[in-house]
């Protein structure tokens, strides 16, 4: 009931609390007031990363610089059995001095998943799915195939997730799996790869292009002018389409 959905979100909250780290927005308090959980966290000042690369510019050794503090957080963060749920280059904030901050995190609202299938926000985004083709199917990196599977799939992806740029969600996201330490993985090397070459791996157009991108995998090939062959392999790992195929772990792929 909506009672025991409270403190469940309560208690994830309060285990997000327990975060204590330098590059992880803090959160200061967990409570509960007319019904609802509140986080009371810190005010991160600072810039998104986008914006930090435009002040550029940047070679890469400073991005992964910046990136594995990023990478540290996140591996704080799972240790803690929780994940970020939302990481996309808005969820990367960088000081003045230079140092990256993992902000925005989000809770796991599963009780809403029901209400949300029926929401405006869910609607649209069935809509703009069965517009745009088939949804992302997670594909060995092994296999350039990719099986069809059915817009409606989309209903299953919770209210958070949808008002999201779906460009960020992993494939198996948008299928209304879980989203868990891998998800994360692959918003995080998105997201570093986009900083690093200032464009997204994955440019065609709509889900249907994206489903087709992240099989095929070959596309970030030839960047070898601007990012070493040992990083551009470690983020074709980190994107493959079946979670089971990237790093193990943010430890595995951070070292």
Request: aromatic content about 6%; overall charge negative; some cysteine.
């Amino acid at each position: 009931g909506g009672a025991r959905e409270r403190t469940r979100l309560r208690d994830q909250a309060r285990a997000l609390a327990r975060l204590s780290h330098p590059h992880a927005q803090a959160v200061y308090d967990v409570g509960m007031t007319r019904g609802h959980v509140y986080l009371a966290m810190e005010l991160v000042e600072g810039v998104p990363v986008r914006d930090w690369q435009r002040e550029g510019p940047r070679e890469w050794p400073e991005v992964v610089t910046l990136f594995v503090q990023i990478a540290d957080a996140l591996v704080a963060v799972h240790e803690l059995g929780l994940v970020h749920r939302s990481l996309n280059p808005e969820a990367i904030r960088v000081d003045a001095q230079g140092v990256g901050h993992l902000v925005d995190f989000g809770l796991d609202r599963r009780s809403e998943a029901s209400a949300a299938s029926r929401s405006d926000a869910t609607l649209m985004a069935r809509f703009k799915a069965r517009q745009s083709g088939p949804l992302p199917v997670a594909a060995p990196v092994a296999s350039a195939q990719l099986a069809s599977v059915e817009a409606s799939a989309l209903v299953s992806v919770n209210e958070s997730s949808v008002t999201l740029d779906s460009t960020y969600l992993p494939p198996e996201v948008l299928r209304g799996q879980p989203h868990d330490a891998a998800s994360d993985q692959f918003g995080f090397c998105l997201s570093l790869y986009e900083v690093l070459l200032g464009q997204q791996p994955f440019a065609r157009d709509g889900l249907a292009g994206f489903a087709q991108a992240v099989a095929a995998q070959g596309q970030m090939a030839g960047h070898g002018d601007v990012i070493p062959e040992a990083l551009s392999k470690v983020l074709l790992r980190g994107l493959v389409g079946d979670p089971a195929g990237r790093w193990p772990s943010m430890t595995a792929l951070r070292d």
